[in-house]
Every structure is written in structure tokens, then in C-alpha cells.
């Protein structure tokens, strides 16, 4: 879209400049004649081209902004989806790191029942050991 706006706006330009130039060789004369211009709070002297010429730029330049701030709202949008695609995976990557700490609790707890057990053979081992020695001793 914003593409098809600048094609447009590059022929609109191409076509303004042609007709004035088309309308400057054939009028020439009047083109080049100064006259007075009344704009109702006061009046001036100028050559015709020039009065044309600048409603034309300013035209132009009122077309060019629009067409601007629109491609400049185009390219917002596409930031911020952008910035809103990026944002998924951080939720994800939040989501990941509570599923590894889950793990990590996991593996805590089993690594402490798997000390509880080796304490209750080591104790048993000691009691057996004691229960042997008394009875070498008896």
C-alpha cells in the first residue's frame, strides 16, 4: 500500500512538472509579466510563474507529509508486532526457568532421600558391627 502511495506520488510530481513547463512555453510572455496579486489582507507585485509554482510546492509537500506519516505509522506497527512476537518467548523462557527449578527441586529432594537411605545402612552397618564385636567379646 504505502508503495503504491509513493508511485503515486512520484507520478502526480512528474505531472505537475510537465504541465507547467508545458504551460510555461506556451505562455511565456504571461509567465514572465509581473502582476497584482490581492490576497485580502494586502496586495503584492509578482510574476505569475512564481505565484503557480508555489501553491504547487506546497501542494506537493502537504502530499509528501501524508504520504510520510503514513509509512511512518506502517513501520510503528510492524515495531511493535515485532516487540510483541519478542516478548512470547521471554513468557516462554519464564515458564522454562520454572520448569527447571522444578527439576532442580526434584533432584534435590531425591538426592536427599538417597543420603537418608545411605545414613540408615551406614547406622545399621555401625549397629551390626557393635552387635559382632560384643559377641566376640562375650
Do not use: C
Not at 39 to 52: K, N, R, T
Not at 62 to 71: A, E, G, P, R, V
Not at 106 to 127: A, C, F, G, V, Y
Amino acid at each position: 500500500m504505502i508503495k503504491f502511495l509513493k508511485v503515486i506520488q512520484a507520478s502526480l510530481v512528474v505531472i505537475y512538472i510537465l504541465g507547467n513547463i508545458y504551460l510555461m512555453i506556451l505562455n511565456w510572455g504571461v509567465y514572465t509579466e509581473s502582476m497584482e496579486l490581492n490576497y485580502g489582507f494586502g496586495s503584492f507585485s509578482a510574476p505569475l510563474f512564481l505565484v503557480v509554482e508555489s501553491v504547487g510546492l506546497i501542494l506537493i509537500f502537504l502530499l509528501w507529509l501524508t504520504i510520510y506519516s503514513k509509512d511512518l505509522r506502517y513501520e510503528i506497527s510492524k515495531l511493535k508486532r515485532e516487540r510483541n512476537k519478542n516478548k512470547v518467548p521471554s513468557e516462554n523462557a519464564s515458564d522454562n526457568s520454572e520448569g527447571l527449578e522444578m527439576n532442580i527441586n526434584q533432584q534435590i529432594s531425591q538426592l536427599q532421600k538417597q543420603m537418608e537411605d545411605l545414613t540408615r545402612l551406614l547406622k545399621s552397618s555401625q549397629n551390626r558391627k557393635s552387635d559382632i564385636s560384643k559377641e566376640h567379646s562375650l
